[in-house]
């Protein structure tokens, strides 16, 4: 835990505190300023209390002397006396003298502490002013004030005045300041608590709101009601909550369908495991706590050289992904493939501070490739072995072949050759039927050398090497059919042919096809009157179903099965000549070609010998 | 050269296709000068023996293939190898009518490739045209 975030979880809120603050020093500054208002109109109430005591004072002691004057001069002093127990009934007058001109009191009153004013009898005499100007002292508590009557050639008036009643007025002034303050002082602070109630719970919950922020629970803050004053906070608050939190709420997501799909490692910068996702655990068979804090090499297989790291490293240090496979090694020893992708997190200075790695499992996919690679290798021997066996097979064909080609025909025509020698230079001591013995002889010799040379034929459509060109079909049909026509000119057959069949095969193998296909069709049109034969082609779309078709003996359909076996006839050598190899030859033809053969037919209603040939050019 | 001065070299191992053979020559009068050979090795030794010269060499050789010791493509190589025999006509009379049988035998210099006809009477003519073609007809090398 950082020091801010110990700050932000473990600090008391202090808006108690500063609720405190601002109630007391609001109302403080009300007082002062209450205060501050006395003060200034106590003194200025003084100042005017001075003046006008001052000026009554002396409008008092001017009348005084000028009345004085009078008397002085008709020498009544009792009326002198009268005037001046008259004047002191004026409050505030403490005490009020006349002085002949020497300073010799005539007479003297002066108020006592009950207030009562009584005439005072005092021989001494007084000092008197240099001057005969009025003058005026100011002295504590007190003025004093100096009259020269008839410019002090009868005398002195002297007044003494209170100066109680002025200081009475500022000190009330100020009792009643102070009071004001106090009791302004006391309502600021109840108006502040309730004004900033509201206020300060808002910032409270505010306050905390904030900072439970870092919780990133997705909340909002309730809006305090009449604290309008920081609705704006609680905007921008909430605000701020709904962005961590819808923000991180995306980060959590992918998170949530990264870890769900991936292997997810990270290591801070020395390669150290700061974090590993459920599936690195479940894969390495390590438990979470043996594997953060260790390096990431404790699940080095040792497979990959040093190299391999080396550049690993080089790349994600210098702060750029790598992506590659990996062989690791699991707790238990055994090892697995990763297909990984690290991801360096780079610092505002751009050194790497931490590596991602987001992996995935390939080690199944390794494997398969791995066995899939040793089968193909394996596979390769088999194709070999049996290639092998197969050219030996062939070979072996080959030879059996040549020998039925040339060891079985050389007995053949001994047997004819002999017989033929017999018939011609012994007929004349043979009969007839030995002679016809002798011919049967021969025929079935050459029956057989036939046969052979059938078979011979058939076993060469097997073993020859496909030469696969572009065949036009109809060219190669139509070529035999001319070939039989000048072969037996008498006979009339109708030949109709489809134009242009285009396919890839081998030529002579396909010619081949058609002899035996349209041969079939004209010897077995042989008795046919308007003898038809047509080579043609259906579903030319689907690749091409090709067919010849005669109007001769046809065959019975229940042995169609056997049409295409070696040596299988469905007619009488004496009705229609042949060695039954023909078809079979066929069959081996078109499925060298990829293709199919079949027939369909109705004896005496003709023969259609239908073929595809596989992949078409 | 006369007919019958006219000499046949037979390359034959089956006594009955060597009796047939002459039998054949025979109805047509040119068995006199045919000299048998019953495989390769007999017929190397009457063709390219050190006392051989081109008044003793035949007129055509007829070849078979298949031979005992020495097969008839050796023969026929020797043959053509031997400044002697370079350009003696040559035969191939045989029952195989393999492709790569006729290619060997007309790549290694025969003038001729013919197989035999399990029917005699064929076999027959076919003896009589080689006769009448290689004896009398055509115009052998000059010596």
Known sequence: MSAVEKKVANKPPLIRRFYFQLVISGAFVVAIAILLFTWKVGSEQLAYALESNQMQAQALVRNTASVAGNHLVTKDFGALEELLLQAATFPDVMSLSIMNSSGAIFASVQRNNDDTIEPVFNVQSMVLPDSVEEQVLVLQNTMEFWRPIEEGSLGWVKLQYSLDSA???????????????????????????????????????????????????????????????????????????????????????????????????????????????????????????????????ILSSGQNDDDFYNTLWQTISMGNIWHGEIENRRKNGSSYWIETTIVPFVNKQGEPYQYVGIQT???????????????????????????????????????????????????????????????????????????????RVCASSQRMGELIDDLLKLSKVVRSDMRASNVNLSLLATRVFEQLTEREPERKVDFSCASKCMVSGDERLLLAMFENLIGNAWKFTARTENARIEFGVEQEEQGGVYFVRDNGAGFDEKYKHKMFEPFQRLHSNEDYEGSGIGLATVQRIVRRHGGEVWAESATNNGATIYFTLGEQA | MSASAAKILLVEDNPDDEELTLRALRHHQMAENVVVARDGVEALDILLSKDTDVNTLPNVVLLDLNLPRVNGHEVLKAMRADERTR????????????????????????????????DYRQFVDAVETIGNYWLRLNQGPIH
């Open chain 1, 361 to 439: 499992d390939i080690t199944e996919r390794k494997q398969a490739t791995h066995e899939l690679k040793e089968y193909q290798e394996h596979l390769e021997e088999k194709v070999e072995e049996r290639t092998h066996k197969l050219q030996i097979a062939n070979s072996e064909l080959e030879s059996f072949c040549y020998s039925v080609s040339h060891d079985l025909r050389a007995p053949l025509r001994s047997i004819d050759g002999f017989s033929q020698a017999l018939l011609e230079d012994y007929s004349a001591n043979l009969d007839e039927q030995a002679c016809n013995y002798l011919n």
């Open chain 2, 87 to 118: 350009s003696l006509p040559v035969v191939v009379l045989t029952s195989s009518n393999e492709e790569s049988d006729v290619q060997r035998s007309y790549n290694s210099g025969a003038n001729s490739y013919i197989r035999k006809p399990v």
């Open chain 1, 167 to 297: 200081s009475k007025i500022q000190r009330e002034v100020w009792i009643n300041g102070i009071t004001t303050a106090l009791f302004a002082f006391v309502v600021s602070v109840l108006i502040l608590v309730v004004l900033l109630k509201k206020p300060m719970r808002a910032i409270g919950h505010a306050t905390e709101f904030a900072r439970g922020l870092y919780k990133n629970t997705g909340k909002v803050m309730p809006f305090e009601k009449s604290a309008f004053e920081i609705e704006q906070l609680e905007h921008a608050l909430n605000y701020a909550s709904h962005q961590i939190y819808s923000s991180n709420k995306d980060l959590t997501d992918i998170k949530l369908a990264l870890d769900a799909h991936a292997i997810v490692g990270i290591t801070d910068e020395y390669g150290k495991l700061t974090y590993v996702n459920d599936k690195f655990c479940d894969l390495t068979g390590y438990q979470r706590h043996e594997l953060l804090g260790n390096k990431y090499s």
